[in-house]
């Protein structure tokens, strides 16, 4: 390596140690920060393979415990210490009010193999640190909800302030983040929002041409992979009967562009990664509206 070489990794890495990583280089453009080029820096370990669903993480055979489900990864944390992460409480993901219950700041970016090009959105992991002096060694569960640009180590998470002071002893939680960037162990778990179900925000900007729809708090898997929608006809509001895909926006936002004007009322079907499905009937009314949240009556078991 050059001196030259040298002298950028050093500035990096001190860099990285004083106050963690930012996920992203503007998480308040939302989809444009998602489209910013995914590529890591020179001297970046390669891309891990990526965790399975939480029904068979138990089974991994590369567990750094075997048997157990955990695996290997580094962590760095961005934002205010007891904060969410982005200064505007949200991320690449596209959703909304991280910093508020369900989410309750409890998130992270991930790197590609967590992200997943944004469907590995919502999923859920539990964290645990052993190596450091401040660690507690107790299990925290995060959500995906943003993007790692310039991951560090093969699974890295970019855990927000108050997840990675959670991972430490009592009254010890500054004293962790100080840190910057340290040894984890993480495994893919079941999400659950009890007393939730799976939720439906239109975006802003959307018109009788253009929908797009974020899905939220959905239980086990957390991410999805697949949203249909389906028309209603005009002359009586009962379902076509047609199921249309919708194409993946960013993150974990949905969209469908037409030439002609959507007649709702909507149901949507939700699959995913398991491939399990839900089918939310009608759950978008005729006269829906920008910027607003239609809750379902169905959650995933």
């Not at 001196?3 to 106050?19: F, G, N």
């Not at 157990?68 to 992460?85: E, I, M, S, V």
């Not at 799976?198 to 802003?204: L, Q």
Request: aromatic content about 8%; charged content about 15%.
């Amino acid at each position: 390596m050059s001196l030259s070489s040298r002298a950028v990794a050093a500035a990096l890495l001190c860099l990285l140690v004083a106050h963690g990583t930012s996920c992203s280089k503007q998480h308040k453009t939302g989809h444009k920060a998602h489209a910013a080029p995914t590529t890591p820096p020179p001297g970046t370990p390669p891309a891990a393979t990526t965790p399975p669903p939480p029904s068979s993480t138990s089974n991994s055979s590369s567990s750094s415990n075997a048997g157990d489900g955990w695996l290997n990864a580094r962590a760095t944390w961005y934002g205010a210490p007891n904060g969410a992460g982005p200064d505007d409480n949200g991320g690449a993901c596209g959703f909304k009010g991280v910093n508020l219950p369900p989410f309750s700041a409890m998130t992270s970016c991930g790197n590609e193999p967590l992200f997943k090009d944004g469907k590995g959105c919502g999923s859920c992991y539990q964290i645990r640190c052993l190596a450091h002096p401040a660690c507690s060694g107790i299990p925290e569960t995060v959500i995906i909800t943003d993007m790692n640009y310039y991951p560090v180590a093969p699974y890295h998470l970019d855990l927000s302030g108050t997840a990675f002071g959670a991972m430490a002893k009592d009254g010890r939680n500054d004293e962790l983040r100080h840190a910057g960037i340290i040894d984890i162990q993480f495994k893919r778990v079941a999400c659950q929002y009890p007393g939730l179900t799976v939720t439906f925000h239109i975006e802003r900007g959307s018109n009788p041409k253009y929908l797009a729809v974020l899905v939220e708090y959905s239980n086990g898997d957390g991410d999805v992979v697949q949203v249909d929608l389906m028309e209603s006809r005009a002359e009586d509001g009962e379902p076509t009967g047609v199921w249309e895909p919708m194409r993946e926006s960013w993150g974990s936002i949905w969209r469908m562009d037409t030439r002609r004007p959507l007649q709702g009322p909507f149901s949507l079907r939700v699959t995913n990664e398991s491939g399990k499905t839900l089918v939310a009937d009608q759950v978008i009314p005729a006269d829906w509206q920008p910027d607003s949240v239609y809750s379902s009556i169905v959650q995933f078991d």
